[in-house]
């Protein structure tokens, strides 16, 4: 399975609003994203004033939040085609605004290479790949993916879209089920 919504995890709808009104406040190189880089780790203060809400959250999954980065696009380029090549396989991606109507969507590739991005080696597909589309959802809540698997972002009407992704030291694998 490459992704699960995570119907049962209550209140993620505070975090979600903490995390813009801050961005956006006390964060505007982060929300216009005057940056290089759509993938930002979350600043401090605010992991530190939802850490608790997080923790929380989380309790009745037994898993203790690893690190939290929030991913900004404003164009469709921002998350082409790629598998991410980390050492956990799956993370857990919270909506903060305008990912109404945008498609996360998996593929199948044939044959990837290796590529150094500014964070770490992700996969691409080859020029000579064979890609199928496998599924698509649309981050609605909560909602627990596949991140090495190949996959792509489409924005939807509305940007930034601004989405918290969060990776754990437990294995989270099931959550899919």
């Known amino acids: 399975?490459?992704?699960?919504?995570?119907?049962?995890?209550k209140n993620?709808?505070?975090i979600s609003e903490i995390v813009a009104n801050k961005l956006e406040i006390?964060?505007?190189?982060?929300?216009?994203?005057?940056?290089?880089?759509s993938l930002i780790y979350l600043p401090?203060?605010?992991?530190?004033?939802?850490?608790?809400?997080?923790?929380?959250?989380?309790?009745?999954l037994?898993?203790?939040?690893?690190?939290?980065?929030i991913f900004v696009m404003y164009n469709n380029n921002d998350a082409n085609l790629h598998a991410d090549n980390l050492p956990e396989n799956y993370r857990i991606n919270?909506?903060?605004?305008n990912c109404e109507c945008s498609k996360t969507q998996y593929f199948e590739v044939s044959e990837s290479?290796?590529?150094?991005?500014?964070?770490?080696?992700?996969?691409?597909?080859?020029s000579t790949s064979q890609i199928k589309f496998l599924n698509e959802f649309e981050l609605k809540c909560p909602t627990i993916i596949s991140v090495n698997d190949f996959h792509k972002v489409l924005l939807g009407k509305n940007v930034p879209r601004i989405s918290l992704t969060l990776s754990f030291y437990e294995d989270i694998s099931f959550l899919l089920s």
């Open 26 to 37: 006390h964060y505007p190189e982060i929300y216009k994203r005057s940056t290089n880089h």
């Open 94 to 97: 919270i909506p903060i605004i």
């Open 62 to 69: 037994n898993i203790n939040l690893k690190s939290a980065a």
């Open 113 to 126: 290479i290796y590529y150094q991005n500014s964070f770490y080696r992700i996969k691409l597909p080859s």
């Open 12 to 14: 993620w709808e505070i």
């Open 44 to 60: 401090i203060d605010i992991l530190e004033l939802i850490r608790p809400q997080l923790a929380e959250m989380f309790l009745p």
């Open 1 to 9: 399975m490459l992704f699960r919504e995570l119907n049962e995890i």
